[in-house]
Every structure is written in C-alpha cells, then in structure tokens.
C-alpha cells in the first residue's frame, strides 16, 4: 500500500512521518537524526516493503526538505488557487458580513494564541465553511468539496491582519504580463473588457483567460518555472490584478520547489537519482493518495480478512491443523518400526517414490488396533511433520445407515458435518492427509467408494456445495489413512471390502511385527514416562539413561554407566519405580494379547466368552501414573485389579466373564472363581451351539433336551465305569 505508479514509496514513508510525529521534534532533527528517526519508524512496518539503504534514506532526505519547505512557507503552505479561492469569496461579501467574520476569527485568534493546542475555533470553520460552500454553487469558481480548507485558510490568514498573502510568484507574473499587454498597446483593452463584464465571477473568468494565454504563450520568460508550475499561480494571479487596490503589500518570496539528489530508489517521480520536490503538488498528491489509495487499500485488506476469517469459520478450518500432544514419545518402536513401514506407503501415495514409477501416487495405509494404541495420535504428529492438513472424518458420526459420500444423504447433522468435510478435503486435493477413523462403525459400502481412490486411478466421486464431481488426484498430494478397531459397537466383527483390504499395507499397531518384539515391549514403558512425575524427572534430562535402568532391572546388569548426574537417591527411587513399571507392563502385554487373540476368533469357534479388557498404552498410562517407588507387590496387584475391575464394569452383561478371564492370566483366580469361570464356559458352549437354530420353531428346544440328556447319559456313563474300575 505504500507505493503506486504516481507515488514513491519513500515519499509515502516520509508523509506518514511528517503527519504522525511532533513538527518540533522534526524541526530539530539534523539529517543523521533525521534518518535514524525514519528508520526507527518503518522498521515494523514489513508490509510496506521497505529496503533497508534505500528507501529509508531516501525518506529522510525527502522528510527534511518537506520539513523545511512547510517552515519556510509558514501560510504559503496553502496552494496558491485555495488562497486565491478565498480571495474571490471574501471579496464578494459585504462590508457588514466582513466586519461580523473579521470580528469574529481575530477574537479567536486571540484565545488560540494563548492556547495554541485548543480545537475551540473549529466552529468558526465550519460557519465560513457554510457560506464558502454557497458561494462556490452559486459562481462555480470552485468545487465547494474545497470549502473546508478554504476557510482553514482563512482563518489562519486573518487572525491577526487584514491581508491576504501574496506570493512572489504571483507578483512576477502580474508584472510580466502587465508588460506584454503594454508592449503590444493591449492594457487599456484588456481593463475595459472585464470592467465591462457585468457579473462578478464573469470578470474573473475572462481574467483568467487573458492570463492564462500569456502563460501558455510567453514560457520564455522567467525559465525557473515550467508552464505547470506556472499555471498553478493563475488564480493568484487573477486575484493580484482584480483585487490590487484592495489589497496591501504582503508578499513572501519563498519558492515551494527543490531539486533532491542522491536518492536510491527506482521509480518514474525519480530521474537519475533527482527528485523535484514541488512542496504544493507533494502535499495534494500525497493526501489524496492517502485518503483514496492507502484508505481504500485497508478497506480491502479489512474486507479481505473478515471474508478469510468467515471461511475459514465456515470451513472450520481451525480444526484441521494438526496439533501433536505434548505427552508425545518419539520411541524407538516409532522411529525404528513405524516410521519406516509407513514411510513406505506414504511415498507411494504423495508421490515421492518417482513419477516413471507403477506405484507413483496410489495406496492406502489401513491401521488396526485395540483402542489407546495412538493411531490418531501417531498420524496427527506425521502430518504435522509434513505440513500436511490433518482431515479427520469420524467413523461413529457418519454410523452404517449412510452408504453415499453426498451431504444431502445424511439422515443427522453430525453425519452430515462429517460428509462436508470429507469433501472439502477432496476440494482441497493438495497437501492433505485424509484421516478415517474408526471405519469398523461405517457401512462396507460407504468404504467401497475409496476403492478406486486407493489404485493407480486416483480417483472419486464427491459432492462439493451440492453439486456432483469427479476429483482426479493423480500428481497430488494427497494421502488416505483409516484406522480402526477389531470390534464394532455392535460386538460384529471389523469388516472392510476385500477389494479395498488389497490396496492397502495393513499394520496392527496393538501386535507385534517381526522380529520386533523388544521394541514393542519398550514402547509402553518409553510412552508411559510423562505419566509419572518421578519418570518425567528422568525423561526431561537424559533419555538414554531410561534405556540403561531399564536393563538393569530387567538383566540384573550394573555395567552400562548413567549418563546423567544423579543421587543415589534418586537412582534407588528410578530403579524401584522402573520395576514395578516393568512387572505392570508384562501385565498389559498378556491382557493386549488375549484381547488380539479374542477379537481375531470367529463366534462359531469360541469356546468362551469374547474377552474385551483391553491392554493398551492408555491402560499403561493410567496405570503408571499411579506407581510410588514404596509401593510393594500386594499393592501392586490390587492397583491393576481395581483398575480392570473398573474397566469391566462397561461391559455390562461380559463384565464377570472378562474379570474372571483376567485373574486366570494373571494367576490371581481362586478356586470357588475357577470354578465359576468353567460353568461359565460350559453355559457359553452350549449356548454357542443352538445359535445357530435362533427363535424361529421350537427345534431350539428339542435339541436342548437332547443334548441334556445326552449329557445325562455321560454322567451315567462315567459312574458306571467308575464303578466297574474299582470292583476290578
């Protein structure tokens, strides 16, 4: 906004200066301070583009003569047609309402001299202004948008005189032409031909066109102004002729013009490092640039954020920048395992693995897991990491009814939101991670819309603001992730399309991969420091040392050296709290296991009841936040008790089955709840097996009595032969 093609950029920077900051302060100011004055100023304002060396020098020279010019002027710093505009108004007024205004602008001159800083005579203005502005409707001198700076000058002119300025200027030219007429016998013409004119702006007009044809006609004389500079006095002029037996001697021989040098800039005011600086055509040129281009500039940008602002209210687009947690751990499992596997199938989808590649652009990275296993949380911190926007679609919100990626289907508003932006990320097409989560709540037939996205084709079908299209991704950067759990809400198996399962590299980030299973066992310890404040003492300072008190406990070995300065103290307490911690995790290991082995059984093969305890790193964490270093083993046990006897009370119907699954791994069970736990598994076998035979006649029955007393017939069985064994 500083800059356009009529206005210099440092011309702009040293207007601003001249208007914002104290006229004495400046007046004061030597040219070095002058500088250090200007580049203190623009040194924040990066949105003007100032050049450091440049501009701000350029600026300063500018400054000081606009300075000096605006002291030297002192009134003629009014351009000569506002003064001579005024002229033709207070000339016209009767003698009365002079004497009234006189009277009434030298009474307040008197107050303003004494207080210089008083807004008290803006009244006073405003009045002339009135009158000025009628004036100018009635002869159309001038435009009456200028009435307020007339009687600016008026009042200033008339505080403490009755005269108006005069110009040097003006009275050169006046003679000069008073002259031409005389040498060519053309003065007594010229008198009579205004005299005779019978209206008062008549008489000015035809002044104005007599002068004006000497100006164009005679620019020999007088070389040190052009014709343009000229022209700018005409009015004066004009007011020196009709009014000089009016007006008294008082005249100020001051030029508005100066050559600047040296300047550094590059623009169509500057010529070869010159400037003319014209002090009248600076100061309108710099005001109306000011009022109309600078103005209307920020209206745009104001506009323009408002509109940004509302969009991206309206996009929510808040939500779709990726924010890490700050309890995140870049573990060794993350950063040996995770980050290579993944990083594989995200240079295939973002391209990077090479255009003249088959695999360029296609994929789908598909992750399952028990939840608290940091899917979401692990995608959000590698889409921040690539400056990716992170679009999160909800499974759960869109639910199985919806089978169509168009908003209009929706039957709820959250469903609805989730389909919008889906979209919009397929709008966005470039620089985006399109997170799914929880899939095993959406329809098949909703995912199978992501088939041909997920293969060389790079392509969907989407609605964007109710109108149907086609997004070609192919040469973008877009990647697809979903992620989901091995259970529905429903206790249904995960289910996804075969056809989209091929397109995929699929990870269960709750199971072991590889040979891996030091790293994953490592991992719940390394995510579970920031939990405990003891831990978070030791992961804050040297992070190696976790790995070498890990070993210690683990191996019983005293050989690696602690990197950090530690007490004995503290390392007895690290040590305590690691063992408790690793005896814990082992905990959750088996727990993770089961619940894997569990979700991965088909119903008809069960031979008890679907175990649903979950052992992640969320369980890790809860757990260990709860872990002092005087807490023994009892109380150790109990804390995991509690918390899976806490954790089972969600499963309604399962929760004695799965507590009662629980304290078997973990070799707490007793023998009343062994006992408990096989009639359960008996109760759940037999039930498991009329399944299949439902509600629908009453074969359900029949074959329960059957099976009854087929296994009557056993007990009969087996007392019989017991009873054979010991006659024999």
Avoid at 154 to 164: A, C, G, H, K, T
Avoid at 377 to 392: C, D, P, Q, S
Avoid at 535 to 562: A, K, P
């Amino acid at each position: 906004m500083s800059e356009n093609s009529l206005v210099y950029r440092s011309e702009y920077l040293a207007y601003k200066l001249f208007t914002r900051l104290p006229e004495a302060k400046l007046q004061k100011a030597t040219q070095e301070q002058l500088l250090k004055i200007v580049q203190e100023e623009s040194s924040g304002d990066y949105s003007e583009g100032y050049i450091k060396g440049v501009h701000d020098v350029d600026a300063s020279k500018i400054l000081g003569v606009l300075i000096r010019k605006h002291h030297e002027l002192g009134i003629l710093k009014y351009r000569p047609e506002l003064r001579a505009y005024a002229q033709y108004f207070w000339n016209s007024l009767s003698p009365e309402l002079i004497a009234e205004l006189d009277q009434v602008i030298k009474a307040s001159g008197e107050v303003f001299a004494v207080f210089p800083d008083t807004q008290e005579y803006q009244f006073i203005i405003h009045q002339l202004g009135l009158h000025i502005k009628e004036f100018a409707k009635n002869t159309q001198l001038f435009e009456p948008d200028l009435s307020d700076k007339i009687s600016a000058y008026i009042f200033e002119e008339l505080q403490s005189d009755n005269d108006f300025v005069r110009s040097n200027v003006a009275i050169t030219l006046k003679e000069n032409f008073i002259s031409a007429l005389k040498k060519q016998n053309a003065d007594i013409k010229f008198r009579t031909s205004f005299e005779a004119i019978p209206t008062y702006q008549g008489k000015i007009r035809l002044i104005k066109q007599w002068v004006s044809a000497f100006i164009q006609s005679n620019s020999e004389l007088d070389t040190s102004l052009n014709i343009d500079l000229k022209m700018i006095y005409l009015d004066e002029v004009v007011c020196r002729i009709l009014f000089e037996d009016e007006s008294v001697s008082k005249s100020k021989a001051v030029l508005p013009v100066e050559k600047i040098t040296g300047l550094h800039g590059d623009h169509s005011v500057l010529s070869e490092g010159q400037y003319i600086f014209n002090y009248h055509k600076f100061i309108e040129r710099l005001e109306n640039f000011v009022d109309v281009e600078v103005n209307s500039y920020n209206a745009f940008r104001e506009a323009k954020h408002q509109v940004t602002e509302e969009l991206k209210s309206d996009l929510k687009l808040e939500e779709f920048k990726p924010r890490v947690l700050t309890s995140f751990v870049r573990n060794k499992l993350i950063d040996q395992v995770y980050f290579p596997l993944f990083g594989d199938n995200l240079a295939k989808q973002l391209g990077t693995v090479g255009g003249n590649k088959r695999t360029d652009r296609m994929g789908l990275l598909l992750l399952i897991s028990p939840p608290g296993y940091g899917k979401t949380t692990l995608m959000e911190y590698i889409a921040n990491r690539l400056g990716l926007v992170f679009m999160k679609i909800n499974g759960p919100a869109i639910g199985h009814e919806i089978t169509s990626v168009d908003p209009a289907a929706a039957n709820n508003s959250a469903s609805r939101e989730e389909l919008k932006k889906l979209n919009l990320a397929f709008e966005m097409e470039n620089n985006v991670m399109l997170y799914l989560d929880d899939i095993q709540h959406c329809n098949p037939e909703f995912l199978q819309k992501f088939i041909s996205l997920s293969d060389g084709s790079r392509k969907i079908e989407g609605v964007y603001n109710g109108k149907p299209k086609t997004y070609d991704l192919r040469g973008k950067k877009f990647c697809v992730i979903m992620a989901g759990n091995p259970y529905t809400e429903s206790g249904e198996k995960f289910k996804i399309p075969d056809m989209l399962a091929n397109r995929a590299n699929i990870y269960n980030l709750g199971d072991i991969i590889g040979d891996t299973e030091h790293l994953f066992k490592l991992s719940l310890i390394e995510n579970s420091l920031t939990a405990n404040p003891i831990l978070r003492q030791l992961g804050s300072t040297h992070f190696e040392d976790l790995y070498t008190l890990i070993n210690r406990v683990e191996n019983n070995s005293q050989d690696d050296q602690l990197i950090g300065n530690y007490s004995a103290q503290e390392v007895q307490e690290y040590q305590a709290v690691l063992k408790k911690v690793v005896s814990l995790r082992d905990t959750i290991l088996k727990v993770n296991a089961a619940y894997i082995k569990s979700a991965a059984m088909e119903d008809e093969y069960r031979t008890e009841p679907s175990f649903k305890l979950q052992g992640s790193y969320r369980d890790m964490n809860k757990l260990v936040a709860k872990i002092v270093p005087i807490m023994n083993d009892k109380e150790l046990d109990e804390l995991l008790l509690s918390h899976y006897e806490s954790e089972s009370q969600t499963l309604t119907a399962s929760a004695e089955a799965n507590l009662l699954k629980y304290k078997e791994l973990v070799g707490s069970i007793s023998l009343e709840q062994e006992q408990r736990w096989l009639n359960i598994k008996e109760i759940f076998l037999k039930n498991n097996k009329l399944k299949g035979f439902g509600n629908k006649n009453d074969m359900s029955q029949i074959i329960a009595q059957m099976m009854s007393f087929s296994e009557n017939l056993q007990g009969i069985r087996e007392v019989l032969v017991s009873g054979i064994e010991k006659r024999e």
